[in-house]
């Protein structure tokens, strides 16, 4: 029994032992500059709190707000001006349409002038040969007149100088300008219709290609017709661009004309009938429907602006049926023009982008081709640059002083 418990004793013994030497060791892999004792965490200084004073010290009493002094202004009451939410936008007043084309002439001249200026170089030569009129035909074919027109304009070009002999520079310009004059055919009906003879608005539907700038055109026109005293309605009729709506929305309101509108990617005709019917409401002069961008190779696209014609045409008929024509795309211009005439009955062309092209000649062609007049042509970026068109201020502009 004894020997039991002093080899007991001798393995509780070993065991401290060994225990210390492990501690021991520990104790020693600890690197010197470990503290020995439980360190001291140091809190940061509190930050300020708002409404705390930098210079007041933290025990003093809360001051109320009416113990609290407003800066010096001077003697001088402070205004503060609050927005006001919801406010209307303000209302412009655009300039009359009347004599616009002759403002903008300088504009359209800038673009225009390499053409007359060209064909007045041509007809100066001293001698008017074959090869010459070759030449004033090539000028007037890329100038986009087409081939029908230019053939006539040379033919009576080279008969009127061959009886006139003796040929100065103004007896050209007036001669070139007389000619260029008759080829637009001044005595066309140019006027805008805005007046439907009944009780209902007039209604004017604007259709074109995909870029032609109808949206815009549409808000440029109602501010035109702003201009002339005419109360509108918009039909934002083009369904299927997000921004269509909202663009036209903003020509609207810009002028304190109301904008009609349905959901995206809902019916356009049903939009156009119910632009019609608050127009007729609200007793307006004229309703502006603007339609969808669509090509002109698209079958089921150009039956769908058919359907527009139609259910618009339940209220009463159009009275205008405007086609936006891009004037940079010349002849391209034509087939576009051909189909959508198909389509809708055309009563009047737009020519936009005529001040960024020296393609004049494509008013010219167009008419010629549709057999009806260019009544408008945006002439650069400024909600005022939509403009009747008018024959004589548009030569002038083309061939210079």
Do not use: Y
Request: proline share 7%; hydrophobic share 40%.
């Amino acid at each position: 029994m004894e020997t039991v418990i002093l080899v007991v004793v001798i393995a509780l013994v070993a065991i401290g032992a060994i225990g210390g030497l492990v501690v021991g060791s520990r104790k020693k892999k600890l690197p010197p500059s470990a503290p020995s004792s439980t360190p001291t965490i140091t809190a940061p200084p509190a930050e300020p709190h708002v409404g705390d004073e930098a210079e007041t010290p933290r025990d003093e009493p809360r001051r109320t707000i009416e113990e609290v002094g407003l800066p010096d202004s001077g003697g001088a009451p402070v205004a503060v001006e609050e927005p006001v939410l919801g406010a209307p936008p303000t209302i412009e007043i655009p300039e009359p349409s009347a004599g616009r084309l002759v403002r903008l002439r300088a504009r359209l001249a800038r673009s225009q002038n390499a053409l007359g200026k060209g064909l007045l170089t041509l007809l100066s030569r001293e001698h008017l040969d074959d090869e010459t009129w070759e030449e004033i035909e090539d000028t007037l074919l890329a100038a986009d007149v087409g081939v029908a027109p230019t053939h006539e304009l040379v033919e009576r070009l080279r008969e009127r100088v061959r009886v006139l002999g003796t040929r100065t520079p103004q007896e050209l310009r007036t001669l070139l300008r007389e000619e260029l004059v008759l080829l637009l055919d001044p005595e066309s009906d140019r006027v805008v219709k805005t007046e439907s003879g009944l009780d209902t608005p007039a209604v004017v539907m604007v259709v074109g290609v995909n870029g032609t700038g109808k949206t815009t055109t549409t808000g440029k026109l109602a501010r035109v017709l702003v201009a002339d005293g005419r109360s509108v309605v918009l039909g934002a009729a083009d369904t299927f661009r997000a921004a269509a709506a909202d663009q036209l929305q903003t020509w609207g309101e810009r002028v304190g004309a109301r904008t009609v509108r349905g959901p995206e990617g809902g019916d356009p005709a049903s939009v156009a009938f119910d632009a019609v019917k608050e127009g007729i409401a609200e007793g307006a002069d004229v309703v502006l429907i603007d339609t969808a961008g669509r090509l002109h190779t698209k079958t089921g696209l150009m039956d769908e602006l058919g359907k527009v014609k139609r259910v618009v045409e339940k209220h009463g008929p159009l009275d205008e049926v405007l086609l936006v024509l891009d004037a940079t795309t010349g002849q391209n211009g034509l087939v576009q023009a051909r189909v959508f005439a198909e389509v809708v009955d055309i009563t009047g062309i737009v020519l936009t982008k005529l001040d960024g092209t020296a393609k004049g000649g494509i008013v010219i062609a167009v008419q010629r081709e549709l057999g009806v007049p260019v009544k408008l042509v945006g002439l650069g970026e400024g909600p005022d640059d939509l403009a009747p068109f008018e024959p004589e201020a548009f030569v002038d502009a083309l061939i210079g002083d």
